[in-house]
């Protein structure tokens, strides 16, 4: 039995479900089946854990898509998305919530929750480059902004917003005249 992921996992489904803040270290600890001195074993602080929560989720997330130079990278992006709000939950990125707790108190871990989204703009603009031939900063913004819209429009309609944002996204990079 692995004791540090079990934490990691009740860690990461209770801060998504009720936030970062409000969610006790007893909690965590009841939900991992350990005790508080093993929660801090693995994790010193507080913070340790939450960077921990937020980096082996972000790998996670990103280890499900495909190669930007796969010619269905784009297609998968949004396929992955809607898995993830299915398995995780549609109650928004769990990234933004993190960074909303924290941008005024912890500059590491607001910063943290934003390079998930720099990493992922970087993603796409490199998935764009690969398609078009050329860089596209207004194709990747528009594709990128899907992905967030998508997101935020889950709260509302369900896990269907995923798909739809995808099909919007196929159709736009079916069409290259979308110009810088």
């Not at 093993?38 to 854990?49: A, D, G, H, K, Q």
């Not at 796969?70 to 993190?98: D, R, T, Y």
């Not at 935020?152 to 917003?161: I, M, W, Y």
Request: negative net charge; charged residues 25%.
């Amino acid at each position: 039995m692995n004791k540090k992921q079990d934490i990691l996992q009740a860690a990461e489904r209770l801060f998504y479900l009720n936030g970062f803040h409000a969610t006790s270290t007893d909690r965590i600890c009841r939900e991992a089946g350990v005790s508080t001195r093993t929660l801090y074993r693995y994790f010193p602080s507080r913070e340790v854990l939450t960077s921990a929560v937020m980096t082996a989720r972000s790998e996670r997330f990103f280890a499900d898509l495909f190669h930007p130079t796969h010619p269905e990278a784009v297609s998968q992006l949004f396929i992955v998305l809607g898995k993830w709000m299915q398995e995780q939950g549609a109650l928004g990125c769990f990234f933004m919530k993190a960074w909303g707790e924290y941008a005024e108190e912890d500059l590491i871990l607001a910063a943290l929750a934003l390079d998930y989204r720099y990493t992922l703009r970087k993603y796409i603009a490199a998935c764009v480059s690969h398609a078009q031939g050329e860089e596209n900063d207004a194709l990747s913004d528009a594709l990128w902004m899907l992905f967030e819209g998508a997101i935020t429009t889950a709260l509302v309609v369900g896990t269907d917003a995923a798909r739809h944002a995808g099909d919007a996204a196929s159709r736009l990079i079916a069409r290259p005249e979308v110009k810088r």
